[in-house]
């Protein structure tokens, strides 16, 4: 069965340095992974998507994340964090089921950016 | 830019009312997705639908059900509302269901 494990409930950074949220998943097969973005009092966002294209995958306001099958691991990363980068941030793994893929969320990693 | 739209932002029901919340979604998209969003569990899938008056089952859906009778309406409905309800209700769109397209949620207090 596909899961994701998201490592850290709250991460704290201040503002300008690196952000990194860790996610690992299981799956019996080549997965598609997904993380979602959800800023306080607004709806869940695609930041950026894996599809077993490039391993390093770009997403949008500077985030990034990397495929590693060795590890089993896509953690999701940003060189300088902003204020606004602030929510919370799903891992999200596709999964096939009989009424076709599925979306399995993680529990989701609530980033704190301090001044 | 994908619309979605759900019917209250909170709504507050007693036990054992029948409760109704809608999501409307402008673009034509077929998948339609319920979700229940809960502190430390992450979004759960309550029920799905794949085309009008197509439904199935998602990981949760004891205590609910749905209705699709239009393409950009999907609703869920709690027959018998419970306090172990009280939640975030998430709605979701897509033309696959790799990438979906969520509404703001409805805050749900069953008291």
């Known amino acids: 069965a596909q899961s994701v494990t998201q490592l850290d409930s709250h991460v704290s950074v201040s503002e300008g340095t690196p952000v990194l949220l860790r996610c690992n998943y299981s799956?019996?097969?080549?997965?598609?992974l997904f993380w979602y973005v959800q800023h306080p009092n607004k709806g869940l966002q695609l930041l950026l998507k894996y599809t077993s294209a490039a391993t390093l995958v770009k997403g949008i306001n500077g985030f990034e994340a990397e495929f590693k099958k060795s590890e089993t691991s896509f953690h999701l990363t940003k060189p300088s964090a902003h204020m606004s980068d602030a929510a919370e941030y799903f891992c999200?793994?596709?999964?096939?089921?009989?009424?076709?893929?599925?979306?399995?969320f993680g529990t989701g990693t609530q980033l704190k950016v301090e001044l | 830019d994908v619309k979605v739209t759900q019917s209250s932002r909170y709504l507050v029901k007693r036990t054992g009312e029948k409760v109704f919340l809608e999501c409307v979604q402008d673009?034509?998209?077929?998948?339609m997705f319920w979700y229940r969003q809960d502190p430390g569990l992450g979004l759960r899938l309550i029920y799905f639908s794949y085309d009008v008056k197509m439904k199935e089952k998602g990981d949760i859906p004891e205590g609910y059900s749905v209705s699709r009778e239009k393409k950009e309406r999907f609703s869920l409905i709690l027959e018998s509302a419970s306090t172990n309800q009280t939640s975030m209700y998430l709605c979701?769109?897509?033309?696959?269901?790799?990438?979906?397209?969520f509404g703001p949620g409805t805050r749900l207090l069953v008291l």
């Open positions: 999200v793994v596709s999964r096939l089921t009989g009424g076709g893929n599925k979306l399995t």
């Open positions: 799956s019996s097969y080549s997965p598609s």
């Open positions: 673009m034509d998209h077929e998948n």
């Open positions: 979701a769109t897509g033309r696959t269901s790799e990438t979906q397209y």
